[in-house]
């Protein structure tokens, strides 16, 4: 191991056991204190939304705009609002913690609880996304996790502004900065983060496909996998045109570089007469479209000519991140199940029916976190879901499914009581 090397693992340790240290103060803090912090945390982001708006500008700059992780850098006045009021939400909502899970008396007296408490240490490691820095602070905050940040080099100054605010609040309020660590956007850190046993209880990756691939094969501490998302939509046979040609644009245009958004569009092939109409303010919106030969034919003429592209089989299984997505032809709902197994990767499908025999068959075949009938993927959201925000969306089965709120955040332990019982066998 080389001096440089040496020198970036003791860094990464000193914000390590400032993190660890820091742990130990949050418990005692008073859910008043909690709630205070985020309510004043959410002013003082919208006092300083210049300066930040500023930083944000610097990240930008080194930015391609046709880059799909430019919007989502991007911030606005508009989104550091949204960002405050996120902070007043989560700040009035219930604390998950000591919540009694189960209770017994044991024949001998003892008496057993399973109550819910924090993990400790959460780290978390994300892509061009500023926003994040604020949600899984508070989140973290509110279930008195310390947060340890791993931002990349292209959101370094939104984060740095943002942390700032962050720290300086929490000491205003008389509370340690430390319960939040933001890590150099050096590469070098991510792997002292992805090693850092005994300091960091549990690792989300919010990101990339790829980000999330790396963490998973290389950390060395618990892992929830988050973020990517291969989503469909299936127009039934049974699938009414309104609602569709709504729910289709709405999926795919709201914001086309979240993980929500719609990628491949698939269509009975009873329906293929209705694809235009379908896609009309998809052709609006200058969505670009691989279509399968049927699909193609049945928008040949009805469908912006430059924006109309034949599919390939690399044309499915993509997370587009932009305006552009795939439609694939089925002939029945079979299929279309066939084709989410294939190519999903088990975050947001959805059915356009009104056949509720169709509708429940959907619900219960289709593997993934969030299932929708008659309604946009664009509501996986942990606002949307009511949970104040998100720390992510996990597609892994283990511990949490879905947008990760509050109560994902939480752990158990026992506590048992008794009066000099011993064990005797």
């Known amino acids: 191991m080389n001096s440089e090397q040496n020198t970036i693992k003791e860094q990464a340790a000193v914000?390590?056991?400032?993190?660890?240290?820091?742990?130990r103060t949050l418990t005692r803090l008073a859910e008043t204190e909690v709630n205070s912090l985020l309510e004043t945390l959410a002013d003082a982001l919208e006092c300083e939304t210049p300066a930040i708006l500023e930083a944000n500008k610097c990240d930008l700059a080194r930015m391609d705009e046709n880059d799909?992780?430019?919007?989502?850098?991007?911030?606005?006045?508009?989104?550091?609002?949204?960002?405050?009021?996120?902070?007043?939400?989560?700040?009035?909502l219930s604390s998950p913690l000591d919540k009694i899970l189960s209770e017994t008396i044991r024949p001998n007296g003892m008496r057993l609880r399973k109550i819910t408490v924090p993990f400790g240490v959460i780290g978390v490691i994300y892509e061009a996304r500023p926003n994040v820095t604020v949600d899984v602070f508070s989140l973290c905050f509110k279930t008195r996790n310390?947060?340890?940040?791993?931002?990349?080099?292209?959101?370094?100054?939104?984060?740095?502004?943002?942390?700032?605010?962050?720290?300086?609040?929490?000491?205003?309020?008389?509370?340690?900065?430390?319960?939040?660590?933001?890590?150099p956007a050096d590469r070098a850190f991510t792997v002292e983060l992805l090693n850092a046993r005994g300091y960091v209880d549990l690792l989300i990756p919010r990101g990339s496909s790829s980000l999330i691939n790396y963490v998973r094969n290389q950390a060395h501490i618990p892992v929830i996998e988050t973020g990517a998302g291969v989503c469909?939509?299936?127009?039934?046979v049974a699938g009414d045109l309104q609602k569709g040609a709504q729910i289709i644009n709405n999926a795919k245009t709201r914001r086309v570089s979240v993980c929500n958004a719609l990628d491949c569009l698939i269509v009975h092939r009873d329906r293929l007469s209705d694809?235009?109409?379908?896609?009309?303010?998809?052709?609006?919106?200058?969505?670009?479209?691989?279509?399968?030969?049927?699909?193609?034919?049945a928008l040949l003429g009805n469908y912006p000519s430059e924006l109309l592209n034949p599919a390939t089989p690399d044309s499915f299984g993509i997370e587009y991140l932009s305006y552009a997505m795939s439609i694939r032809t089925v002939a029945n709902l079979e299929e279309a199940l066939d084709h989410i197994s294939r190519y999903g990767l088990k975050h947001s499908e959805c059915i356009i029916t009104e056949d509720v025999e169709a509708a429940t068959l959907f619900?219960?075949?289709?593997?993934?976190?969030?299932?929708?009938?008659?309604?946009?993927?664009?509501?996986?959201?942990?606002?949307?879901?009511?949970?104040?925000?998100?720390?992510?969306?996990?597609?892994?089965?283990?511990?949490?499914?879905?947008?990760m709120g509050l109560a994902e955040l939480c752990t158990y332990k026992w506590l048992i009581d008794g009066d000099g019982q011993i064990r005797n066998s």
């Open 68 to 92: 799909p992780k430019y919007d989502r850098l991007r911030l606005t006045s508009e989104r550091l609002k949204g960002i405050a009021d996120d902070l007043r939400n989560v700040a009035r």
């Open 363 to 403: 619900q219960k075949m289709v593997d993934a976190a969030c299932v929708y009938v008659n309604v946009s993927t664009a509501f996986t959201d942990g606002a949307q879901f009511g949970l104040g925000a998100e720390i992510g969306i996990s597609t892994q089965k283990l511990h949490a499914r879905g947008p």
């Open 275 to 297: 694809l235009p109409t379908l896609c009309r303010m998809l052709a609006e919106n200058k969505v670009r479209i691989y279509a399968d030969v049927e699909a193609a034919q």
């Open 146 to 183: 310390v947060c340890v940040l791993k931002g990349s080099a292209d959101a370094e100054a939104s984060n740095l502004a943002l942390a700032k605010v962050i720290r300086k609040t929490l000491e205003l309020q008389g509370i340690t900065p430390e319960v939040i660590q933001l890590l």
């Open 15 to 23: 914000f390590f056991e400032a993190a660890q240290k820091a742990s």
């Open 232 to 236: 469909h939509t299936y127009f039934d």
